[in-house]
Structures are given as C-alpha cells and as structure tokens.
C-alpha cells in the first residue's frame, strides 16, 4: 500500500469544525482512501473511506483533492470524545484480504 | 456494522507463564484474522495473519514459537503467548474482514483489545 503522510498532532476547541490533513502523493489509481480512528485503549474504528469523489457520513466528511494527491477528514463539531488517533490509509482495490497498514497517524486533541 | 469481541481485556500474570487470547466474530464469518500489537505510543504492529484451517503467516521478526495462532473455526482466531516475559506486555488487537465483502473499499472490523502485563 502506498505511504500517507499525516501531522503527528493537532489540537481543537470543543465544538469547533477539525481539518485532519493527508498526503499521499504516490498514491494509485485503484488505491481507496481510508481513515479509521482509535480512541484510548481501544481497537481502532472505521470513519470513512472514498475513492476520487468527496464523501459524507454520520461520523465525518471526506473531501478529497482532484488530482488525490491529498484528502482532508473533517469533523464538523468536535466533541471530547472525538479525542483520538486518526489514521490515513491507503487500500488497493485489489488487494485481496490483505490487513491494513497503520502509519503513526495524528493525535487529536479537544479542549473543553 | 459487524462485530468482533476479544477476551480477556486485561489480563497480568507471571513471568514465565503462557497466555490465551480469544477472537470472534460475532456476526459475521472470517477465512481470514489478523492479530497487531502496540506498544504505549505507538503505533499498531501487524503481527501475524490467522487463516482457518492453516497455518499463520508472521510478520518478518515475530517468532511463530512464542507467539502460537490457532483459528479453528471461521469465527475464532486465538493467540497464545507462551512463556511471557515483562517485554511481551502489550496492547494485542485483532481484526477481520467478512468473508462476504471484497475489494479494497471493504471495512475492516476491530476487536476492543487486550491489554497483557507480565510481571
């Protein structure tokens, strides 16, 4: 799977919108933009995932550059229990049933 | 969405001694299982790769002896850390897919953790 590379940190007011930036200038044609999230002490969880058009859903929004190169995970309202580590990972569509590969992902942070 | 449970979410024991971790899918059915680890910090290790009916493909530095995988059933995976010292505590994690998806936009589903002290 092709790299991503994200900032090691980031910090939000509570009910403020969050930007959670990913770059993954190598990535293929056929490569699906994931982001999953894990909060403290547990297994991470699945956020989003799209391939070329921005996406929506209950949990946050994808929006994802044109040429994808690079894709931002929005949080609309942060809450404190949005506080967790957010990965960005690229799956090939054809990759079988391959596990995921985490990077170091960024750390969000949300003051009350 | 689907379901996989691991027990026990904590355990501490002796050094020396081994320890059984259990994963299931609880809805849902996995040829396939995969067991990472993380260390405080930082970020999920993969370890092995858990196939019902075979063996376990380990990662590149994770000793098959020590760390025993059986998946028995397409709803069970368990690792076994034999012989536990204090470098093996841990945060071990499993995960699966359902058999019924496929493709690279498919969710991967996530156990809730064990936490391993060896004292």
């Known amino acids: 799977d092709a790299k991503t590379t994200q900032p090691n940190s980031m910090e939000s007011n509570e009910e403020e919108p969050v930007h959670l930036p990913c770059n993954h200038s190598?990535?293929?044609?056929?490569?699906?933009i994931h982001w999953y999230r894990q909060l403290p002490s547990q297994g991470p969880e699945y956020v989003i995932h799209?391939?070329?058009s921005n996406v929506n859903n209950r949990m946050a929004s994808l929006a994802i550059a044109e040429d994808r190169k690079s894709s931002t995970l929005i949080l609309h309202r942060a809450t404190l229990r949005d506080a967790a580590v957010y990965y960005c990972i690229l799956r090939d569509n054809w990759a079988g049933n391959t596990p995921l590969v985490f990077g170091k992902g960024t750390r969000l942070s949300v003051i009350a | 969405g689907a379901v996989v449970s691991q027990h026990p979410s904590r355990v501490i024991c002796k050094s020396g001694t081994s320890v059984k971790i259990e994963c299931r899918s609880l809805d849902f059915q996995a040829t396939t299982m995969f067991w990472y680890r993380q260390f405080p910090k930082q970020s999920l290790m993969l370890m092995a790769t858990?196939?019902?009916?075979?063996?376990?493909?380990?990662e590149q530095g994770v000793e098959k002896d020590k760390f025993l995988i059986n998946h028995a059933s397409l709803t069970l995976s368990t690792l076994t850390v034999t012989s536990a010292h204090p470098e093996d505590s841990s945060f071990y994690i499993c995960?699966?897919?359902?058999?019924?998806?496929?493709?690279?936009?498919?969710?991967?589903?996530f156990g809730p953790g064990t936490r391993l002290t060896v004292l």
């Open positions: 799209g391939l070329t």
């Open positions: 190598t990535i293929s044609g056929t490569d699906y």
């Open positions: 858990s196939n019902e009916g075979s063996k376990a493909t380990y």
């Open positions: 995960s699966a897919r359902d058999d019924s998806t496929s493709g690279g936009n498919n969710e991967q589903f």
